[in-house]
Nanobody, 115 residues
């Protein structure tokens, strides 16, 4: 059974940090992505990482967020620093299967940045 399990969301003050984790199981993935969806807004891509370590970020999080992968643990992380209220959203992990044209989603984790 293919699964993506996210952890690490919560409430943090502006300027604070959180680290999200996404643990994958059931297949080998070739690309991992973090998306977020704020109330009343479309889901947007935040960051992505390939199996060979190439990364990219949306402009609004560059320099503040870092995506990384621990292959031994089948886990992808999103380290979020200098958080702003506009980062408040449900964050979703997404991954592309290496063998078939399909992708999978985690259940989402809420991140709230508020004083």
């Amino acid at each position: 059974q293919v699964q993506l399990a996210e952890t690490g969301g919560g409430l943090v003050q502006p300027g604070g940090s959180l680290r999200l984790s996404c643990t994958a199981s059931g297949t080998i993935f070739k690309i991992y992505r973090w998306y977020r969806e704020a109330p009343g807004k479309q889901r947007e891509l935040v960051a992505a990482i390939t199996n060979d370590g190439n990364t990219n970020y949306r402009d609004s999080v560059k320099g503040r967020f870092t995506i990384s992968r621990d292959a031994a643990k089948d886990t992808v992380y999103l380290q979020m620093n200098s958080l702003k209220p506009e980062d408040t959203a449900v964050y979703y992990c997404n991954a592309e299967d290496s063998f078939y044209p399909r992708d999978f989603w985690g259940q989402g984790t809420q991140v709230t940045v508020s004083s």
